[in-house]
């Protein structure tokens, strides 16, 4: 699965990839004066609503929800049903360089805005890397071996790897390997 500056989906990207279309656009999220950059490879018509319930995506960083979809994606082209293999034998390692930068820098900025008491419950889990593999998990099922990784560029292979080995170990029959990131740039006051 994936969700990349081409837009959603294997075909799409395969699509955007054979007919030479750039996935760089100008950036349009925030003021890029004074930057040295004023491109990114991003989607501005990502909406990831169309994909998730709603409750999910107020309660996830939009690395999670990236990933998610992504998982769900995989898991569809696949045709893959957990429920062939022992639980204990499915597991998912998924990972994230930064996490959900963006969700911080909104949390900080309400909390000095407003004040701390307006920060909301769902922070940490929007934050931190392990929820993207909490997210896949409740969404699957999947109570086998559930890991984060951070590795910082190399974490998409990290993840790939991992995976590999536990198969090949015979510690898993199955793994869902998944690398998300959607970095974004804001000002804290």
């Known amino acids: 699965g994936v ?52 409750r999910v995506v107020k309660q996830t960083d939009i690395f999670q929800q990236m990933g998610l979809i992504s998982a769900i994606q995989a898991v569809q082209d696949a045709e893959l049903d957990f429920s062939r293999y022992p639980p204990e034998k499915v597991g998912i390692i998924a990972g994230s360089s930064h996490g959900g930068i963006q969700s911080a820098v909104e949390e900080i ?56 080995w536990l198969i090949r170990s015979g510690i898993l029959e199955v793994a869902l390997a998944v690398s998300a990131e959607k970095n974004v740039v804001a000002q804290v006051y």
């Not at 969700?3 to 989906?9: D, H, K, L, M, T």
């Not at 760089?24 to 169309?50: L, M, Q, T």
């Not at 004040?115 to 931190?128: C, N, Q, R, Y």
């Open 3 to 54: 969700v990349s500056g081409a837009g959603v989906g294997m075909e799409t990207l395969w699509n955007s990839a054979i007919s030479g279309k750039s996935a760089i656009k100008p950036i349009k999220d925030f003021d890029v004066a004074g930057w040295d950059c004023s491109v990114a490879a991003y989607d501005p018509e990502f909406r990831p609503e169309a994909f998730l319930p709603i």
């Open 109 to 164: 900025e309400r909390s000095l805005t407003k004040g701390i008491e307006w920060t909301s419950p769902f922070f940490a889990p929007k934050v931190t890397i392990n929820h993207l593999v909490g997210q896949i998990a409740q969404h699957f099922g999947i109570m086998g071996w559930n890991t984060g990784i951070a590795n910082s560029c190399a974490t998409g292979i990290t993840v790939i790897g991992l995976s590999f």
